[in-house]
Structure formats: C-alpha cells, structure tokens
C-alpha cells in the first residue's frame, strides 16, 4: 500500500520532465492551467511539495493552489488536481478513505483549532502571485544565496524579482515570498535588495499574521514578532508592521499557545512591547549586541537555537519586569 500523499506525484511524472530542488519542491509543467482559461504551460511553473503528512501545489502559471494533508479529507481543490492528472475516480476515493485512516490526535486538535477560527471569522481569500513568479533554488544563485544568507529555510517557496536588464548594482532585483495561510496562498511580500525604501511592498489582508503554517502541531511556544525574515528564521509569526492589530490578536490567540512578542529593538519595537503589555501577552527583549537589531541578526550572531535561548531567557510575563527590560533597553538604544 502506497502513502496516500504520493500518488500525486507518480501521475505528475508520467510523460513529464520532472526537476527536483533542493528544497524538496518539484517543478515541471503544470496540469492545471488549461482547466483555468490559461494556456498550456510549457515552462515548468508547476511546483509540488510531497512529504510524509501529505502535499502542497502551486502553479505559477495559472495560480492554481491546492493541498492535501493526511487525516484529513481530500479537498475539492486537491481532487481537482488528481483528476487533471489523470487519477481515477476509484483511486481518489481509496486515497481519501486511506487519509482519514490517518486521522490522529493531532488532526483531530488542528480541525477543533480550525473550527475555532472559522467561528471567529478569521478568513482569508485565495490571491493570485504575481504573473512573473519564478521559483528560487540554485540555478539562480544571487537569490538562493540572499535568503540563506537571512537563514530563510530552504523548503519554502520563494520567488525571484530578476531585475532590470542592464542594472549593475542590482537595485531592484529581490525576492518575493508568498504569504500562506493553512496551506493556501493567501498575499505575499517582494523584498528588494538594496536597502533604499521601501525595501518591502506587501500583498496583505486585514489581520494577516505570517507564519502560521511555519508551527508544529505539538509546539506550546509561539514567537511573535515584527519581520518575515524574524518569523522565517526562528519559525515564529510576523505581524509586518510595528503594531498587531485586534484582528492579528484574535488569530494569534486562536493558536492557543504560550505568547512571546519578541521586538525590533528600535524606537518602533518598543510601540510593539507597549502593545503586548495592553494584550496581556509575555514579551523577550534579549540583552543582544548593539549591531543585533531583531531575531533574524540574533540568529545570523548565534545561530537558531542559540538565539531561542537568549530570547526564552529574557522571557517576562510581569508588567513591571516589561517595562524595566524596556527602559534598559530605551537606554541602549539612547547610549
Ligand atoms: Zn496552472
């Protein structure tokens, strides 16, 4: 009996040139796009995760996205796709009852989470990616290079901006990384290289926090701070701005675990620890480095788990004890 995630996968090869990257995404050309008023891809901009918890589909062509996770049922989306790629009908219908064989303790908390979320109205629609999204992996070295220079994990989808054509200092060139919720591309932000503003141009929805689908299941800890590098690199939420407003609280505290805000140590991050001490929330302002400005330096400095340490040991639940690391910190930052 074959996992039920992989038989995506041995359609998809059948008769098609299929690379894989690094990263694990796969990448050959697209089923879906003539089923979507596109025409036929000829230039690989299908991509396709496959891992032991099942799969994930984007099509940077026509934008089709669909996803399927073991224990659960196969969406419409998801069987969709298997009949594109000419699964049969039978098929479909064994591997679904297979998945929900599946269906654990885990899955069974995620759906009750789920439900929570859709009770509370935390929705978010389906958006397009931009029509000129390439995948980034190593034949386009700048941009591989560039996110793991950040410590972006490299099984995330990301994008390349390519550039002018006859820009030498590469002003404009960036990478794009999309915004997922529950497996579904939801926005997405470009972030150029060079450091002139604005160094990001986000594609958000209201009460959008990035990183959700960066959690483990069985995690009691969740990070959150201000920049999708920060949340890129230590696993953590992003709220992408200086503040989280009542709709990104709602959905962070809808993940029912143990809150950190983590901030910039900035003028703007101290906006953001006034605001968690508002929420209730516990917040971590690490005694790092003058050059360390937020997480995603202190996990350049440290390292992953070295910078998880420092932020879990300058934890504080108490108001005072907010305001004193905050005063010493608005110190630092004046010295
Ligand atoms: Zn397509």
């Not at 990263?23 to 396709?48: F, V």
């Not at 996803?67 to 049922?73: D, E, H, Q, V, Y």
């Not at 969709?80 to 000419?86: D, E, I």
């Not at 950190?260 to 917040?283: C, H, S």
Request: glycine share 8%.
């Amino acid at each position: 009996m074959t996992n039920p995630a992989e038989t995506v996968e041995l359609y998809w090869r059948q008769g098609r040139k299929i690379k894989r990257a690094a990263s694990g995404w796969l990448s050959g050309n697209a089923p879906c796009c003539i089923h979507n008023g596109e025409s036929p891809d000829k230039r690989s901009r299908g991509g396709l995760k496959v891992t032991d918890q099942g799969w994930s589909w984007h099509c940077f062509n026509c934008g089709f996205t669909a996803s399927f996770i073991i224990g659960r049922n196969l969406s419409f989306k998801a069987r969709r796709l298997l009949t594109w790629l000419n699964v049969p009908q039978e098929e479909i219908e064994r591997i679904n009852l297979e998945s929900l064989k599946h269906k654990s303790m885990a899955g069974i908390l995620d759906d009750r989470q789920r439900t929570a979320q859709t009770l509370q109205g935390i929705e978010f629609e389906d958006r397009d990616l931009p029509p000129d999204f390439s995948l980034v992996d190593q034949n386009t070295p700048i941009h591989w290079q560039y996110l793991r220079d950040r410590y972006a994990p490299e099984d995330y989808p990301y994008g390349m901006i390519a550039g002018e054509p006859g820009d030498k200092f590469r002003r404009r060139q960036g990478v794009i990384i999309p915004f997922t919720y529950d497996g579904r591309i939801v926005g997405h932000t470009r972030r150029f290289f060079d450091d002139h503003n604005p160094r990001y141009i986000h594609d958000i929805q209201p009460g959008y926090v990035f990183g959700t689908d960066l959690q483990q299941a069985d995690w009691q800890h969740v990070l959150v701070m201000e920049g999708v590098f920060d949340a890129l690199s230590i696993s953590g939420l992003a709220v992408l701005h200086a503040e989280i407003n009542d709709a990104q609280a709602r959905l962070i505290r809808s993940l029912s675990r143990e809150i950190t805000v983590v901030p910039d140590q900035d003028e703007a991050g101290m906006k953001l620890v006034d605001r968690a001490i508002e929420l209730g929330w516990a917040v971590s302002i690490p005694e790092w480095p003058a050059n360390c400005k937020d997480v995603n330096d202190a996990v350049k400095l440290y390292g992953r788990l070295g910078a998880l340490l420092t932020i879990m040991q300058a934890r504080e639940t108490s108001k005072i004890k907010i305001e004193i690391r905050k005063k010493k910190l608005a110190q630092r930052l004046r010295s």
